[in-house]
């Protein structure tokens, strides 16, 4: 398996060898000399691009391709393009897609005209409809697009690890721009997966399964969604319409949230007008306080427990849902935690909530680092919290935790540039709830689009931090990358 290499000053006329690299389009239009099982490493810097970049790398399901930033290596993907409507085209297979960051640095985000017609506005960060089975999407780290990712073809993806913020536009209908933009009709292959990410700040909603295609055959595990509906009129989580065949999907260990000043239309949906068919429901938590909190559409056949559902809950068809957050709801799916102001529910839910994902991706042999994404439900608004990642390492995740004494890097996800640097004993980390800011929006008014504000009470952590990989030395012993 041979190793080739792009670089943001290679060129069409190089080889992929270090010292003479591709540029990236050349390198992912799947040149001749990259056979399947082989890596193309992105060297460090920033690839200035203005047109759409076309994917074109087809693996095998027994020897994938990889694309992916060098170690140690940070690889900045811009374009500044206001009518771009691709940014990443992938249309091969069997290809992973890991490590590295996109951006549009474009200025402005309210425009005349509006419609799908429009949707060309920003661009779209990473367009999947042609793509092929066994495609992936791992540590991507994308914002400021006109929507981040959109994916409908017959293909078993995969999207993991990643954040997708701060894209979306406005346009006299309405604002547009979603996070997670997917589709799978029960005939395709394979289940789709989306793990372990961060989404949030978009147009609409944050994962979103709408259109001529079903939501159908989904598991969404463990992801943070919050503050999704710029600005405020839509929801996290939604799939339904008036394709049927929605059914199948599985959402375990997801948390979301949006703050109580939101539009009336800030909830999460499951099930459009031919309903949400089959729906598994464990172990999440979903928050839109003093509105409804989430809807479910007939006909359902859902199993539903070990949620926390903060605000009122919809049931029935979608020409005339009805709220039943109260005993009625409760005794169809006791076992949940209900919270909201209906009679015979708590009012709030109270103390400190930490959850916390380790990434399955990383440390490998070519990364040296642990990284864990983490959300803080801090209902009893204390000025500090406590992140236990003690129970994270255990059996084969020991090699993740970092050597005592060493530095952990924590960072608010609504603004990687800040900082703090924790040293770890052992013991939980101390955490502020207050003095993080956002940062700014590209092209975008904070007057007019100001960001909502979710601490105290909510705070979305990106950790990262020094590990040991164990590698054989010349006499055998583990030693230290």
């Not at 249309?91 to 992973?96: A, L, P, V």
Request: aromatic share 12%.
């Amino acid at each position: 398996m041979r190793q080739h290499y792009a670089s943001p000053g290679g060129s069409p006329g190089g080889n992929g060898t270090p010292s003479n690299p591709w540029d990236l389009a050349t390198a992912l239009a799947h040149p001749a000399t990259v056979k399947p099982g082989d890596t193309l490493w992105l060297r460090g810097g920033t690839y200035d691009l203005d047109a759409t970049i076309v994917c074109s790398l087809t693996g095998t399901a027994a020897k994938p391709l990889t694309v992916r930033a060098r170690p140690h290596e940070s690889v900045l993907l811009r374009w500044s393009k206001l009518d771009i409507l691709r940014a990443l085209d992938i249309r091969g297979s069997y290809t992973r897609y890991q490590g590295f960051e996109m951006v549009n640095t474009a200025e402005g985000r309210v425009f005349d005209a509006g419609g799908e017609a429009d949707e060309r506005f920003r661009g779209c960060a990473l367009f999947c409809q042609p793509a092929g089975l066994g495609v992936q999407l791992v540590n991507i780290h994308a914002h400021d697009f006109g929507f981040s990712v959109f994916e409908s073809s017959q293909s078993a993806i995969e999207v993991y690890g990643c954040r997708f913020y701060n894209s979306w536009w406005e346009a006299p209908d309405r604002s547009h721009g979603p996070g997670l933009y997917m589709r799978n009709n029960p005939a395709w292959p394979g289940r789709k997966r989306i793990e372990n990410n961060i989404v949030f700040q978009h147009g609409r909603q944050g994962l979103q399964g709408f259109g001529s295609q079903p939501f159908a055959n989904f598991d969404v595990v463990g992801n943070i969604f919050f503050n999704n509906g710029i600005p405020g009129f839509h929801r996290n989580l939604f799939f339904g319409s008036a394709a049927g065949g929605h059914g199948g999907n599985v959402y375990e260990g997801n948390c979301t949230y949006f703050p109580e000043a939101g539009g009336a239309h800030a909830f999460n949906q499951f099930g459009g007008d031919t309903g949400a068919g089959s729906l598994v429901l464990e172990n999440n938590v979903i928050v839109a306080e003093n509105r409804v909190a989430a809807g479910f559409r007939e006909p359902l056949e859902a199993t539903l427990r070990g949620n926390l559902l903060f605000g009122r809950v919809q049931r029935g068809p979608e020409s005339s849902p009805n709220d039943t957050n109260g005993a009625g709801f409760r005794a169809l799916y006791p076992d949940n935690d209900y919270y909201g102001s209906d009679a015979g529910v708590p009012a709030r839910p109270e103390g400190v909530q930490v959850h916390a994902r380790l990434n399955r991706f990383l440390p490998d042999p070519s990364e040296r680092r642990g990284v864990a994404h983490v959300a803080v439900y801090n209902w009893a608004l204390r000025g500090e919290v406590a992140i236990d990642l003690g129970p994270l390492f255990g059996g084969a995740n020991a090699h993740k935790e970092p050597p005592l004494g060493s530095l952990i890097a924590v960072s608010s996800a609504q603004n990687p540039a800040q900082t703090l640097a924790l040293r770890y004993d052992g013991r939980p980390l101390r955490v502020p709830m207050s003095g993080w800011t956002p940062a700014p929006m590209i092209g975008a008014d904070p007057a007019t689009h100001p960001i909502r504000k979710t601490f105290p009470e909510f705070g979305c952590f990106y950790l990262s931090w020094p590990v040991w990989v164990p590698r054989a030395s010349a006499r055998g012993n583990p030693v230290r990358w």
